[in-house]
């Protein structure tokens, strides 16, 4: 009998393996076309983006956009939101990162009353859409003296994220619990555990957490707009807002110029650790 299994030297795969790659082709620009779109129209005039919308060539292909973009708006440098959303973003991941991991722990490993029960309730708030506590933070931030400040956006971060929390659960649980004990025996407390043996071995989860917190504190624009006022405080989510005007004419040519600007960190961090993405996902339980 002719044996069934198709080889990869033959007609019939090498043409399935054609339609397979002109598909995945095909799908990848469809998913990519709003950015090549994104694209284009930072190089066209701002009165030509809507009006050729229907054409990615830019005609003329200017470039003035984007030195428009960088001198920024409201006497601010775009260089300045830039700076803003790192330092929002750095410290909110430092703090959402390094608060997770040490909750996630004390849930993994130490054993106290109703530890079911306080996890459940953690993972309920995964569930609490924003516009339910918006309203309460807001009172109490502004009773705390914290508008107009990073305060609001950064702090909360500092006491643990529940999606970080489980992500890190699931990781740990996957530890054997004899390096713990072998540790104990050395002489190591529960901290000097968690800081020797646990923490070097969840590195892919801290980073997978790093990496999510990253992309969602630098797309924020909620926040940004319930806390700050000042411009020279804003991030670049928020100062993108301001080229566009509905009493005057708006920047188009100039928003999509800084647009693309601050998509290059996030591409840019992505490439770099796509793999952290992966291993700290598939190990943790969330296959």
Known sequence: MTDPVISYKTPRFKARKWIYHILTGGFALIMLYPIIWLLMSSFKESSQVFITAHSLIPKPFIWSNYAAGWEGIAGQSFGVFIKNSLVIVGLSTIGAVASSALIAYGFARIQFKWKAFWFACMMVTMMLPHEIIMIPQYIIFAKLGWLNSIKPIVIPQYFGHAFFIFLMVQFIRN?????????????????????????????????????????????????????????????????????????????????????????????????????????????????
């Open 175 to 287: 530890i054997p619990l004899e390096l713990d004990e072998a540790a104990r025996i050395d002489g190591c407390g529960r901290f000097s555990i968690f800081y020797r043996i646990i923490l070097p071995l969840i590195t892919p989860a801290l980073a997978t957490a790093g990496i999510f917190s990253f992309y969602w504190k630098w797309e924020d624009l909620i926040n940004p707009v319930l806390y700050l006022n000042s411009p020279e405080k804003y991030p670049v989510s928020l100062a993108l807002k301001l080229f566009l005007d509905s009493e005057t004419a708006s920047n188009w040519g100039a928003m999509f110029a800084m647009s693309v600007v601050s998509l290059l960190p996030v591409v840019l961090i992505f490439f770099l650790f796509q793999k952290y993405i992966v291993e700290g996902i598939s190990t943790s339980g969330l296959k």
